[in-house]
């Protein structure tokens, strides 16, 4: 079916389809250059193209459970299964980054896959955890290793012995021949478990804040079952988000585009157009040459407050036009980072795009401004745009003060202050409560008749290509994730049981529910619009209600609360990455398990060994720099909703007005679903209201003009280029997105080492570096201050 097809059909039968539209519009034709994109989209050069498509068709018919068991591998002598090239996906972001053909003969289960698989995991969990301490944080990209394991497989593919020997029956050998695209993307996937896992802040918090340090196998047990008790939960998530084509997960086609480019011969060119191998390395190498501009050299490009400039001390029009605290109205960067910061520009869709950004006008340049200045909840004593919690002075809140060996005085609390928030922050709140509700209602009215028919007829309904070419490989078998999401549970129940978190084991469970109840509609969100939920603020709330006083109980809580569904929702992005891939699923389930593993183990060990040999680590004079501002953040939380209590803050606080929010984000996606109902051809039929206001989740420390520039650059990729040359777009878009991450992060990490990192920082002190700095937006300046020795706000708290 043609998308134009497929648009007309959804207007009649929008419960038969998941995807929202890609173009914020009424539905429109296919243009001629997409439909000759269509055909012109071939797969990668170095596979033979067989027709088969009615046998492939044949072959996913059968029955899902039916593979479970036993495997439809096809005939030795039809080593790959294709599809006519009219057989291919209905959504033109998927032809254009994913072949529809397969050659199931390539091997994935080498020795050279688990040897650099291993090794890159190995090396990222120790230099990303160390490194995770300090400010700025850098990490070394999973890019990197994308990038170096290419040579090295193919030297491995070179030198390693070809001779096949025996084990347990089975014919193996080193070298079973070229290094293959399958292997490469199985490298990757294991080198992106490589890194400190979210449980660890409870630990590092536990030992800073509340000094507390309960030995490493209380660490291992809490990490180890905080990071794979989500895969158990995205066993059941397949055939919901993985096997139906409308779940498209816009971020694993720019990763599929990034493979099939780095194996595309080199010299491959198409009606005389570029290769999109020579495409990346140009595109990579121009970007990481112009970053050393706005990242070193003239930063000014980078934070482009260019109105603040002209009026440094005038502080409405810093507040408005400001960067670092106000609200980004000078509108524009010219720093890639910066542009790529709150959303992925040239992968979000374009109707996400536009949701988000009338949403972030709405709250952030009208709504934001007006409270502010007519000081509500006393936010005009306080920067308009600050991370940072605030007491009574406009100073920052001092935790020690309210706090006696790490338990929370109810006298000091009443004697200090309450906890201030600025604007922009009790605004995220509001907008973060207003979203759970939201996606929760979203989903039940557009998408509820959809996912009660994929539950009755999953394991029998027809797929598009990618699934019949899927049918070749054994399916993991649900038992699989059930045995290892029970393990993992019991491992929990040891590490909240056995030692003193004060997390009873009915919370426990509580958690995994929330979780569970958010797992099905954020990962909706997530694979149509590249848009993601947060569960930490509900997590947060319902604890810090129920358990109040107990922040270590709150951290855990938050920590299962949050981390089942990202995790869960991880290891679901990752199986779609291997179907649109064509890895074996069973390959896809082991990789990942083995490399959780070693991540959280090393991440364990590393964070350890950091606190027991950085001297000062997580203080603010550390002298290089390992100041732990992410445990800072953390442990605010976790004093916040932990120690002092949310009813202090929404149920007899200042801040209750926010708990509104909550209805309003249930009845914003009835209104609506009514509205584009009685008015189908209207633009209402475009407002998805759980991505507006799930996109503006980053606020702060983003501002307007991270979001201005990323909609300037989605309108020119995803809506213009798109709709007017679709022939380019498809060909290069996804390329040249991750070919200017690629090379941000080659010259960031080149400019950290050689620059911040030794003993003595060189750092260019001029105008183009300092301009930016040098005004009331980077000095958190506010509209109304206090004499010293005076307070502001509530006189009773």
């Known amino acids: 079916m043609d998308t134009a097809a497929w648009n007309n059909e959804k207007d009649q039968e929008d419960n038969l389809v998941l995807l929202e539209p890609?173009?914020?519009?009424?539905?429109?034709?296919?243009?001629?250059?997409?439909?000759?994109?269509?055909?012109?989209?071939?797969?990668?050069?170095?596979?033979?193209?067989?027709?088969?498509?009615?046998?492939?068709?044949?072959?996913?018919?059968?029955?899902?459970?039916?593979?479970?068991?036993?495997?439809?591998?096809?005939?030795?002598?039809?080593?790959?299964?294709?599809?006519?090239?009219?057989?291919?996906?209905?959504?033109?972001?998927?032809?254009?980054?994913?072949?529809?053909?397969?050659?199931?003969?390539?091997?994935?289960?080498?020795?050279?896959?688990?040897?650099?698989?291993?090794?890159?995991?190995?090396?990222?969990?120790?230099?990303?955890?160390?490194?995770?301490?300090?400010?700025?944080?850098?990490?070394?990209?999973?890019?990197?290793?994308?990038?170096?394991?290419?040579?090295?497989?193919?030297?491995?593919?070179?030198?390693?012995?070809?001779?096949?020997?025996?084990?347990?029956?089975?014919?193996?050998?080193?070298?079973?021949?070229?290094?293959?695209?399958?292997?490469?993307?199985?490298?990757?996937?294991?080198?992106?478990?490589?890194?400190?896992?979210?449980?660890?802040?409870?630990?590092?918090?536990?030992?800073?804040?509340?000094?507390?340090?309960?030995?490493?196998?209380?660490?291992?047990?809490?990490?180890?079952?905080?990071?794979?008790?989500?895969?158990?939960?995205?066993?059941?998530?397949?055939?919901?988000?993985?096997?139906?084509?409308?779940?498209?997960?816009?971020?694993?086609?720019?990763?599929?585009?990034?493979?099939?480019?780095?194996?595309?011969?080199?010299?491959?060119?198409?009606?005389?157009?570029?290769?999109?191998?020579?495409?990346?390395?140009?595109?990579?190498?121009?970007?990481?040459?112009?970053?050393?501009?706005?990242?070193?050299?003239?930063?000014?490009?980078?934070?482009?407050?260019?109105?603040?400039?002209?009026?440094?001390?005038?502080?409405?029009?810093?507040?408005?036009?400001?960067?670092?605290?106000?609200l980004g109205m000078s509108l524009i960067t010219f720093d890639w980072n910066q542009i790529n910061y709150v959303m992925a520009p040239l992968v979000t869709p374009w109707w996400a795009q536009v949701n988000t950004f009338v949403a972030f006008v709405l709250f952030y340049w009208i709504i934001t401004p007006i409270c502010y200045y007519t000081d509500v909840f006393y936010s005009s004593y306080l920067p308009i745009s600050s991370l940072t919690a605030f007491d009574n002075t406009g100073a920052p809140y001092v935790a020690e003060a309210i706090m006696v060996n790490g338990t929370f005085n109810e006298q000091m609390y009443e004697e200090y202050s309450p906890l201030y928030m600025t604007i922009t922050f009790a605004l995220n709140y509001g907008l973060g409560f207003a979203a759970l509700t939201a996606i929760l209602v979203h989903v039940v009215l557009w998408h509820g008749h959809e996912l009660i028919r994929q539950f009755r007829t999953s394991l029998s309904e027809e797929g598009d290509v990618h699934s019949r070419l899927m049918a070749a490989y054994r399916e993991v078998p649900d038992w699989w994730y059930l045995v290892l999401g029970l393990a993992s549970f019991a491992l929990a129940l040891v590490s909240t049981l056995v030692w003193p978190t004060e997390l009873p084991v009915w919370a426990l469970i509580l958690a995994l529910i929330i979780s569970l109840v958010y797992l099905l509609p954020t990962g909706i969100i997530l694979a149509i619009a590249n848009v993601d939920l947060g569960t930490n603020i509900i997590s947060e709330l319902i604890s810090g209600y129920l358990l109040p006083g107990k922040p270590v109980a709150n951290m855990v809580f938050k920590t299962f609360g949050l981390m089942t569904t990202q995790q869960a929702l991880g290891f679901v992005s990752d199986l779609k990455f291997g179907h649109y891939m064509k890895i074996p699923p069973r390959m896809m389930f082991s990789t990942q398990v083995v490399a959780t593993l070693i991540g959280g183990i090393l991440s364990v060990v590393v964070q350890d060994w950091t606190f027991a040999n950085v001297v000062g680590l997580c203080t603010p004079t550390q002298a290089d720099n390992f100041t732990c501002p992410g445990i800072e953040i953390f442990g605010a939380a976790s004093l916040i909703f932990g120690t002092i209590g949310p009813a202090r803050f929404f149920a007899t606080g200042l801040y209750t007005p926010l708990l509104w929010c909550f209805l309003i984000g249930a009845a914003l996606p009835i209104l609506f679903y009514f509205l584009s109902k009685r008015y189908p051809n209207s633009i209402l039929k475009w407002i998805n209201i759980p991505v507006c206001l799930m996109g503006l989740g980053t606020i702060p420390p983003a501002s307007g003009f991270n979001y201005f520039s990323a909609f300037v650059v989605g309108a020119i990729f995803m809506y213009y280029i798109r709709r007017y040359h679709f022939q380019w777009w498809s060909h290069y878009n996804y390329i040249l997105s991750v070919a200017l991450d690629s090379g941000v992060v080659i010259t960031a990490l080149l400019i950290y080492l050689c620059f911040y990192l030794p003993s003595t920082p060189i750092e260019l002190n001029w105008w183009g570096n300092t301009v930016s700095f040098s005004n009331l937006d980077a000095m958190y300046a506010s509209w109304k201050t206090v004499n010293p020795g005076e307070t502001f706000g509530l006189t009773s708290w």
């Open 22 to 326: 890609a173009e914020l519009g009424p539905p429109t034709s296919i243009s001629h250059d997409e439909q000759q994109a269509h055909h012109a989209i071939r797969p990668d050069a170095s596979y033979s193209t067989i027709r088969s498509s009615e046998k492939s068709k044949q072959t996913y018919v059968q029955k899902r459970e039916d593979s479970m068991e036993t495997a439809s591998i096809p005939p030795l002598d039809t080593p790959e299964l294709a599809t006519d090239m009219d057989d291919d996906s209905p959504y033109p972001e998927v032809r254009a980054a994913v072949p529809n053909t397969d050659d199931p003969t390539l091997p994935t289960n080498t020795f050279r896959m688990w040897f650099l698989g291993i090794i890159s995991t190995v090396v990222l969990s120790i230099v990303n955890t160390f490194f995770s301490f300090h400010y700025p944080a850098i990490s070394i990209s999973v890019i990197f290793v994308e990038l170096l394991t290419l040579p090295i497989g193919r030297l491995m593919a070179r030198v390693l012995p070809t001779k096949q020997f025996q084990i347990f029956g089975h014919t193996c050998s080193f070298n079973p021949g070229p290094f293959n695209i399958k292997e490469h993307a199985l490298i990757g996937i294991m080198a992106s478990f490589g890194g400190g896992a979210y449980a660890l802040d409870i630990t590092a918090t536990q030992r800073v804040f509340y000094n507390q340090n309960w030995g490493i196998l209380y660490e291992l047990c809490l990490v180890i079952s905080s990071q794979m008790i989500g895969y158990g939960f995205a066993g059941m998530c397949r055939r919901f988000l993985v096997w139906p084509a409308s779940m498209i997960w816009p971020g694993d086609l720019v990763v599929v585009s990034l493979f099939g480019t780095l194996h595309e011969p080199s010299g491959l060119m198409e009606k005389g157009r570029m290769s999109r191998w020579k495409f990346f390395w140009i595109a990579m190498t121009c970007s990481a040459v112009y970053y050393w501009f706005p990242g070193y050299i003239f930063q000014a490009l980078s934070i482009f407050n260019w109105v603040c400039w002209i009026a440094p001390n005038n502080f409405v029009i810093n507040s408005l036009f400001g960067y670092t605290s106000g």
